[in-house]
């Protein structure tokens, strides 16, 4: 990689890391039937919607992140352009490979299977970058600081926190087991669970949030990190899950402590999404 | 990397390629966008499907018959879950009766099944239609 000396081959060796992280990231709910479906049956205007909060949250991530270091948030948007082209190109591509993409089929529907498939894939895309990179040595040194300056902010913490607690959720929710699991548990178990995502969320945002950084953000003590990452961290997982479901429909027409259960259930792979976010993005 | 190497110079050059991918990029998104906005604004989406389903195949199955089917959604609004029943009829004496479900019939889409008979149903009236689905 070093070795190489023009942008353009750098920058193509970015997009074919970009189609392999789509693949890797878009593969387990590329094989989930009930994706084929939701492409379809999803409100159209739900679906547009979640469309253009995933761009605005890629052209985030580019900061933070993405395939190919950035300069200014033009860039950022070129960048969320071509990791969403090839969220579709790479979601249509193994879509077609499975046999699910017939020439007989309106196009309205290859087209809503292929772009709600195409969400999990571009964000695969974007992180290619980071997570197929790793061992590229020395000269990510200097950008690393930079990366880390971008990503230091409390504000830049929660975006990240939201990114992956939206990319988990994604990831889990278009199952029917979310709401299963929620007439499963009793509401003993629920206010289990919201515990149990409470501390996994804090043992993770302590542990891990601030990796590579030799001390604390900003002497951020644990009790600290509580109150400034844990709960909103908790707090955005919720959200998020409530709006993936909604998305999907499964929101629609559920008595509340339905709905609160199915957050609470979804709100747990959130809560792991958001606290992980740091170490992946 | 050469991005490092051009913020040296002071100045930063996009690649030609990163155009070019940004450029596929957003015909894409736009017409993504496009397809399901369209669809949005027309809110087609809340028509109830109205499924015909017409046999398209008879062949021998071991035992029996196999009729092939092919179940077409006339509107906008996807079905999930849809049974079909396939009755075979000499005049108004019910014969035999088959069954299948159809995991989805999409809005303005098609799916294709079978169902299995004992009794050859070439000389018999078959009658075949969508009973019931479950909205998705």
Do not use: C
């Not at chain 1, 020439?103 to 290619?128: E, H, K, R, T, Y």
């Not at chain 1, 230091?152 to 990240?160: I, P, V």
């Not at chain 2, 894409?28 to 017409?54: C, D, K, S, W, Y």
């Not at chain 2, 070439?122 to 479950?134: K, M, N, V």
């Amino acid at each position: 990689m070093t070795t190489s000396s023009s942008p353009n081959r750098e920058y193509g060796l970015g997009i074919a890391r970009a189609f392999a992280g789509a693949i890797i990231f878009g593969l387990p709910l590329l094989m989930t039937m009930e994706m084929w479906l939701l492409g379809i049956a999803t409100h159209p205007a739900r679906l547009l919607l979640f469309l253009i909060v995933n761009f605005v949250v890629l052209i985030g991530l580019s900061r933070f992140g993405g395939f190919e270091r950035t300069m200014t948030v033009f860039e950022d948007v070129l960048d969320a352009l071509a990791a969403s082209g090839v969220g579709v190109l790479a979601s249509a591509a193994v879509l077609a490979l499975f046999g699910l993409l017939r020439p007989d089929m309106p196009l309205n529907q290859i087209v809503g299977m292929v772009a709600i498939q195409s969400i999990p894939a571009s964000f695969g895309a974007m992180l290619a970058r980071k997570q197929l990179s790793a061992g590229d040595g020395s000269e990510e040194g200097e950008d690393d600081e930079e990366h880390a300056a971008r990503t230091a902010g409390h504000g830049g913490q929660l975006f990240l926190m939201m990114a992956g607690a939206l990319f988990l959720a994604f990831n889990a929710a278009p199952t029917e087991e979310m709401i299963l699991i929620g007439f499963k548990m009793t509401p003993w178990h629920s206010l289990a669970l919201i515990l149990a995502s409470l501390l996994l969320l804090h043992a993770l945002v302590f542990a891990v949030g601030f990796a590579g950084q030799e001390q604390r953000h900003d002497g951020y003590g644990i009790h600290r990190a509580f109150f400034a990452y844990t709960i909103p961290g908790y707090g955005i997982a919720l959200l998020v899950s409530f709006y993936v479901l909604w998305t999907f429909g499964r929101a629609d027409g559920g008595e509340l402590s339905v709905i609160a259960g199915a957050m609470v259930v979804l709100g747990f792979p959130a809560a792991v999404g958001a606290a992980i976010a740091r170490l992946v993005v | 990397m050469g991005r490092a190497k051009s913020r040296a110079n002071g100045k930063s050059q996009t690649p030609l390629l990163e155009w070019i991918a940004a450029g596929i990029g957003l015909l894409l998104t736009l017409g993504m966008l496009g397809v399901i906005g369209r669809e949005a604004l027309n809110g087609e989406t809340e028509q109830l499907p109205v499924i015909a389903v017409a046999a398209t195949r008879i062949s021998p199955a071991l035992p029996g018959y196999v009729v092939a089917f092919e179940a077409s959604n006339k509107t906008a609004g996807t079905a999930a879950a849809v049974e079909i029943e396939a009755v075979l009829k000499d005049g108004e004496a019910i014969v035999e009766t088959g069954k299948a479900t159809l995991d989805y019939v999409p809005g303005h889409g098609k799916a294709k099944g079978g169902v299995f008979f004992l009794e050859d149903p070439r000389p018999h009236t078959l009658e075949i239609r969508a009973l019931g689905f479950q909205t998705p």
